[in-house]
């Protein structure tokens, strides 16, 4: 399974209840690792949704602050969901 295909996971399961509906997150909610530094270089994903109710992804980006590495598809919009970690 790819690191994107879990995070993405991790990151929905934090969405979706037990029931399997979605619940309602605030437009930009951050899911930010324990002990990771805002301050410091960082490994980041973003997903972007078309609406509040984050059921359609219409958008990915990714970086790597260490490298300079980046990639991004689709569009942004203001219903994202971001995760980042420190560089390894």
Do not use: K
């Amino acid at each position: 399974m790819s690191l994107r295909r879990i995070i993405t996971l991790a990151i929905l399961s934090g969405i979706v209840g037990l029931s399997g509906s979605v619940e309602a997150a605030p437009a930009r909610s951050t899911v930010t690792p324990s002990g990771a530094q805002l301050s410091s270089r960082v490994m980041y994903e973003t997903l972007f949704y078309s609406d509040a109710s984050y059921t359609v992804q219409v958008g990915y980006l990714w970086g790597n602050q260490c490298s300079g590495d980046r990639y991004q598809s689709g569009q942004e919009t203001p219903y994202q969901i971001n995760h980042w970690e420190p560089c390894e």
